[in-house]
């Protein structure tokens, strides 16, 4: 039974954080007396959609308002006061004061509860200030504003600055629309939390559709003629543009609570809050991209701008401030992109995350389909996981492939990683299998077959990167394929013995040398691994993901 107290809920922002506290409050509790403030003019809209909207894909932003406003106050009694700005919070007087955007007049409100979900803010560089054609991406608000100058000007060439997923989600829009797109990113990834491999994946396909993806871009010189950016200069290369959208530098939007002293974390950025998403003072929450909750894996703190973690710490917040008990579970951040028919998903930590947490990781790659080969139109899903040595517990994931079956294994491997399985538990999951939407041996049971030879010694793997750092140089890199396959492409310096002739011609290799056998996939090298193991060579090493891996970071010769 949980409380039906009429206790005063204030929620700062309706975004995804804020309406899912605002609605999980009242089905806690039916007296509650809850009001949602938003600067924006809209609550009650789904922001993923927003790429669509903004690329002409959805004509009419109705389209994915959810419902409409009147369906939180009819179907929740909740009291809706948007285009206003909460600029103070008064602990003290648990009072809040607001700002009507357009008449400027203020309003004071009091609260039981408060719960702030103000989501991020950008720090606009100084360098476009003032030019009728650069835009902040946030809300909707924004996304209006872009849609209507694109439909006034007919701007065709669109620069996106951004680190982030958003990019390419907003890329994969504007190509479907026939849009021109490039890419600028400040760092040195596309994708800030994908690793280098899969960030690789996702750029050589856009630059296949041709999109341009600038990395390591430092703004230096813009051209401004009337008031538009129309030039860009990162360094080397002028980049034609119509409309810039800029996605970079989000902060966490904390000046509220900073000001009514609450406790941030040790880099200021995020606001602390427990697993209540109380912070610290117990009369008011913090969810969403402001806060700075903790990993579900290692429980140390961590903050996310993902839908997912902002919803559930909504519906945490929601529940305990209206009475009810809920714990949060803490951030895996997961999170998928899509860019034509390409899916590039994660989840977990990666090796440099896992290390830094005292984990002994080791990673995996493994290419394998996602129907089984003879269906038509079968595709290469590749799968690498992160595995501690010592607990044998999966830590991380990464899956890529077209048209379907990321999302599912990678879902798979969240759950995995939630529930704290090991890469052991991975072989004995039954999972469903038909040869239109699956393989005989699906590719989470393969990836923890191979994991765990591989930590029971039975398989020795290494990396393109691990054969390039040896120092040795006197070793033999052995190509496994079949003369077809080693004829259109392979390693530099490799040299031929199909599998099927292993057995008959291993004497042609030294016994005393280091070598490294590769395939297409790791699959067939390791067979041949075992062989040559088994004929008495100790120094034999699979080339984890084989040429599909290795294709992504050169060296390999067509
Ligand atoms: C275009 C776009 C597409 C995205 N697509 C995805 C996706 O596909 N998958 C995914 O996982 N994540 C996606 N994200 C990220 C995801 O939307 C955010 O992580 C999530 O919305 C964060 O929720 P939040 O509640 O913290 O903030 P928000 O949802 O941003 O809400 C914050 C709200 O607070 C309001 N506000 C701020 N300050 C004040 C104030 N002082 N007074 C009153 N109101 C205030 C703002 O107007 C805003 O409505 C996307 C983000 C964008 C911008």
Same mark, same amino acid.
């Given at each position: 039974m949980t409380s039906q107290e009429p206790i005063k809920i204030i929620v700062i922002g309706g975004g995804t954080s804020g309406l899912s506290a605002a609605t999980r409050a009242r089905r806690i509790n039916e007296h509650a007396d809850i009001t949602i403030i938003d600067?924006? %003019?809209?609550?009650?809209?789904?922001?993923?959609?927003i790429p669509r909207y903004v690329a002409g894909t959805i004509k009419n932003k109705e389209e994915f308002?959810?419902?409409?406003?009147s369906r939180i106050p009819a179907v929740y009694n909740i009291k809706l006061i948007s285009r206003s700005e909460v600029t103070k919070i008064l602990p003290e007087d648990k009072k809040v004061i607001i700002r009507n955007i357009e008449t400027h007049t203020i309003l004071e409100k009091t609260y039981d509860k408060l719960i702030i979900a103000t989501g991020n803010k950008y720090i606009l560089?100084?360098?476009? %200030?003032?030019?009728?054609?650069f835009f902040k991406l946030r809300n909707i608000d924004d996304a209006i504003e872009i849609r209507e100058y694109i439909r006034k000007t007919s701007a065709r060439n669109i620069s996106i600055i951004s680190d982030n997923i958003v990019s390419v989600l907003l890329a994969d829009q504007f190509l479907a629309n026939g849009f021109n797109v490039n890419i600028i990113s400040e760092g040195t990834r596309l994708v800030k939390e994908f690793d280098d491999e899969f960030n690789l994946l996702l750029i050589k396909e856009m630059e296949s559709q041709g999109i341009n993806v600038y990395l390591n871009s430092q703004l230096e010189y813009i051209k401004n003629e009337n008031d538009l950016v129309t030039k860009i200069n990162i360094g080397e290369k002028l980049i034609n543009t119509h409309l810039i959208i800029y996605l970079n530098k989000i902060k966490p939007n904390v000046d509220l609570a900073r000001d009514a002293g609450l406790v941030l974390d040790d880099q200021g950025n995020g606001i602390l809050v427990d697993e209540k998403m109380?912070?610290?003072?117990?009369d008011i929450f913090a969810i969403g991209s402001i806060a700075t909750s903790f990993s579900t894996i290692t429980k140390g703190r961590e903050r996310i701008n993902l839908y997912g973690p902002a919803q559930f710490q909504g519906r945490v917040a929601g529940t305990v401030a209206a009475g009810g008990l809920m714990n949060y579970t803490g951030i895996l951040g997961t999170k998928i992109v899509k860019f034509n028919n390409l899916y590039v998903g994660s989840t977990g930590m990666d090796e440099e995350e896992a290390l830094k947490s005292g984990f002994t990781p080791f990673s995996l790659n493994i290419f394998s389909g996602n129907s089984d080969r003879f269906v038509q139109g079968s595709k290469q899903l590749h799968l690498k996981i992160i595995v501690d040595k010592i607990t044998r517990r999966v830590l991380g994931a990464f899956v890529a492939g077209r048209d379907r079956g990321v999302d599912k294994k990678l879902d798979v491997l969240v759950t995995a990683i939630y529930s704290k399985l090991t890469i052991d538990d991975l072989i004995n999951l039954n999972l469903s299998y038909i040869p239109d939407i699956s393989t005989y041996k699906d590719p989470i049971n393969l990836i923890g077959m191979i994991g765990a030879n591989r930590l029971d010694n039975i398989s020795d793997s290494v990396n393109l990167n691990d054969i390039n750092k040896?120092?040795?140089?006197?070793y033999i890199i052995l190509d496994i394929g079949n003369k077809n396959e080693y004829e259109y492409e392979r390693l530099s310096g490799a040299i031929s013995i199909p599998l099927e002739e292993l057995r008959t011609r291993y004497k042609e290799l030294e016994k005393d040398k280091k070598i490294y056998v590769y395939g297409k996939t790791g699959l067939r090298s390791y067979i041949a691994e075992r062989i040559l193991k088994g004929l008495g060579f100790e120094k034999v090493f699979n080339v984890d993901g084989g040429l599909l891996s290795m294709k992504l970071l050169s060296n390999v010769i067509k």
């Amino acid at each position: 039974m949980t409380s039906q107290e009429p206790i005063k809920i204030i929620v700062i922002g309706g975004g995804t954080s804020g309406l899912s506290a605002a609605t999980r409050a009242r089905r806690i509790n039916e007296h509650a007396d809850i009001t949602i403030i938003d600067v924006c %003019s809209y609550i009650n809209y789904r922001i993923s959609i927003i790429p669509r909207y903004v690329a002409g894909t959805i004509k009419n932003k109705e389209e994915f308002m959810l419902g409409g406003e009147s369906r939180i106050p009819a179907v929740y009694n909740i009291k809706l006061i948007s285009r206003s700005e909460v600029t103070k919070i008064l602990p003290e007087d648990k009072k809040v004061i607001i700002r009507n955007i357009e008449t400027h007049t203020i309003l004071e409100k009091t609260y039981d509860k408060l719960i702030i979900a103000t989501g991020n803010k950008y720090i606009l560089p100084k360098l476009f %200030s003032g030019a009728a054609n650069f835009f902040k991406l946030r809300n909707i608000d924004d996304a209006i504003e872009i849609r209507e100058y694109i439909r006034k000007t007919s701007a065709r060439n669109i620069s996106i600055i951004s680190d982030n997923i958003v990019s390419v989600l907003l890329a994969d829009q504007f190509l479907a629309n026939g849009f021109n797109v490039n890419i600028i990113s400040e760092g040195t990834r596309l994708v800030k939390e994908f690793d280098d491999e899969f960030n690789l994946l996702l750029i050589k396909e856009m630059e296949s559709q041709g999109i341009n993806v600038y990395l390591n871009s430092q703004l230096e010189y813009i051209k401004n003629e009337n008031d538009l950016v129309t030039k860009i200069n990162i360094g080397e290369k002028l980049i034609n543009t119509h409309l810039i959208i800029y996605l970079n530098k989000i902060k966490p939007n904390v000046d509220l609570a900073r000001d009514a002293g609450l406790v941030l974390d040790d880099q200021g950025n995020g606001i602390l809050v427990d697993e209540k998403m109380q912070t610290s003072n117990r009369d008011i929450f913090a969810i969403g991209s402001i806060a700075t909750s903790f990993s579900t894996i290692t429980k140390g703190r961590e903050r996310i701008n993902l839908y997912g973690p902002a919803q559930f710490q909504g519906r945490v917040a929601g529940t305990v401030a209206a009475g009810g008990l809920m714990n949060y579970t803490g951030i895996l951040g997961t999170k998928i992109v899509k860019f034509n028919n390409l899916y590039v998903g994660s989840t977990g930590m990666d090796e440099e995350e896992a290390l830094k947490s005292g984990f002994t990781p080791f990673s995996l790659n493994i290419f394998s389909g996602n129907s089984d080969r003879f269906v038509q139109g079968s595709k290469q899903l590749h799968l690498k996981i992160i595995v501690d040595k010592i607990t044998r517990r999966v830590l991380g994931a990464f899956v890529a492939g077209r048209d379907r079956g990321v999302d599912k294994k990678l879902d798979v491997l969240v759950t995995a990683i939630y529930s704290k399985l090991t890469i052991d538990d991975l072989i004995n999951l039954n999972l469903s299998y038909i040869p239109d939407i699956s393989t005989y041996k699906d590719p989470i049971n393969l990836i923890g077959m191979i994991g765990a030879n591989r930590l029971d010694n039975i398989s020795d793997s290494v990396n393109l990167n691990d054969i390039n750092k040896d120092g040795a140089k006197d070793y033999i890199i052995l190509d496994i394929g079949n003369k077809n396959e080693y004829e259109y492409e392979r390693l530099s310096g490799a040299i031929s013995i199909p599998l099927e002739e292993l057995r008959t011609r291993y004497k042609e290799l030294e016994k005393d040398k280091k070598i490294y056998v590769y395939g297409k996939t790791g699959l067939r090298s390791y067979i041949a691994e075992r062989i040559l193991k088994g004929l008495g060579f100790e120094k034999v090493f699979n080339v984890d993901g084989g040429l599909l891996s290795m294709k992504l970071l050169s060296n390999v010769i067509k």
